[in-house]
C-alpha cells in the first residue's frame, strides 16, 4: 500500500545548490533542513526550487554551494500560518541525493509525475496575447491519511481540455516543476517579493476508476 501511494509523487531534479542549510523542523528526534537548488531550463533561464533533507541524508553542516547532485523524491506541501491566513508552501522532499561531476546537455533536469484528483474547479483563461492558461489544483494521496495539494499551470490545447474538469475527478500529470516571482501587497501600499512554485504541465490524462 505505501509503495503504491509513493508511485504516485515522483520527482527527479538535477541541478546546482545555491545556498546554506536552514533548519525547518524535527520529527522524532530526525532533523529536516531546508536548502535552494538551481535547476536549468531549456531557455537558458533557470527555477531556484526548494528541497526538504534529513540530517541522515547529508551532512548538514557542510558547505555544498556550487556541488552538483541528482535528487529524487516526491513534491509536498503544507499549510503554514500567517498573518491570519494559511500559506501553501511547497518543497521537493529528498528520498535520495547522489552527487554529480556536471550535468550532460541532454539530461533531462527537471521531470515531475502526479496522480491525484481534481480537488478544486480548474481556471481556465486567456491571456492578453491570446495564450490559453489553465489552473488546476491537484490533491495527491499520502501514506497515514495526508494528501499534498499542488498548483498545476496547463498550457494551449492542455488548458482547454483541463477547462472542462470537474473536482473529484482523478488524473495524471507530467511536467516539470516552476518557480515564478510575483508581488504580494502587504498592508495598504507595501508590496512584498515573493516565489510561487507550480507544475508547469506537458502532458495530463483523465483515469477511470
Known amino acids: 500500500m505505501t509503495d503504491k501511494v509513493i508511485e504516485n509523487n515522483q520527482v527527479i531534479i538535477m541541478g546546482?545548490?545555491?545556498?546554506?542549510?536552514e533548519f525547518s523542523h524535527e520529527i522524532?528526534?530526525?532533523?529536516f533542513y531546508m536548502v535552494d537548488v538551481e535547476v536549468a531550463r531549456l531557455s537558458d533561464s533557470y527555477d531556484i526550487i526548494p528541497l526538504m533533507v534529513s540530517e541522515r541524508l547529508l551532512d548538514v553542516e557542510?558547505?555544498?554551494?556550487?556541488a552538483y547532485v541528482c535528487?529524487?523524491?516526491?513534491f509536498r506541501s503544507y499549510n503554514r500560518h500567517e498573518e491570519r491566513k494559511n500559506r501553501l508552501i511547497l518543497s521537493v522532499f529528498a528520498r535520495e541525493i547522489e552527487f554529480?561531476?556536471?550535468?550532460?546537455?541532454?539530461?533531462?533536469?527537471?521531470?515531475?509525475?502526479?496522480?491525484g484528483y481534481i480537488c478544486k474547479e480548474p481556471v481556465y483563461r486567456k491571456t492578453p496575447?491570446?495564450?490559453?492558461?489553465?489552473?488546476?489544483?491537484?490533491?495527491?494521496?499520502?501514506?497515514?491519511?495526508?494528501?499534498d495539494y499542488i498548483p498545476c499551470i496547463c498550457w494551449g490545447r492542455n488548458a482547454?481540455?483541463?477547462?472542462?474538469?470537474?473536482?473529484?475527478?482523478?488524473?495524471?500529470?507530467?511536467?516539470?516543476?516552476?518557480?515564478?516571482?510575483?508581488?504580494k501587497k502587504i498592508?495598504?501600499?507595501?508590496?512584498e517579493k515573493r516565489i510561487a512554485y507550480e507544475v508547469s504541465v506537458s502532458k495530463l490524462e483523465l483515469v477511470e476508476e
Do not use: H
Not at 165 to 183: D, L
Open 160 to 183: 482547454r481540455f483541463a477547462g472542462g474538469f470537474n473536482v473529484g475527478e482523478r488524473c495524471e500529470i507530467w511536467g516539470r516543476i516552476q518557480s515564478r516571482e510575483y508581488m
Open 28 to 31: 522524532f528526534g530526525e532533523g
Open 62 to 66: 557542510e558547505d555544498y554551494k556550487g
Open 187 to 191: 498592508g495598504e501600499d507595501q508590496l
Open 71 to 74: 535528487v529524487s523524491g516526491q
Open 16 to 21: 546546482k545548490i545555491v545556498s546554506d542549510f
Open 100 to 115: 554529480v561531476e556536471e550535468l550532460e546537455e541532454s539530461s533531462k533536469t527537471n521531470q515531475i509525475y502526479l496522480d
Open 129 to 147: 496575447l491570446g495564450r490559453e492558461i489553465a489552473d488546476v489544483l491537484l490533491a495527491v494521496n499520502r501514506p497515514y491519511g495526508k494528501s
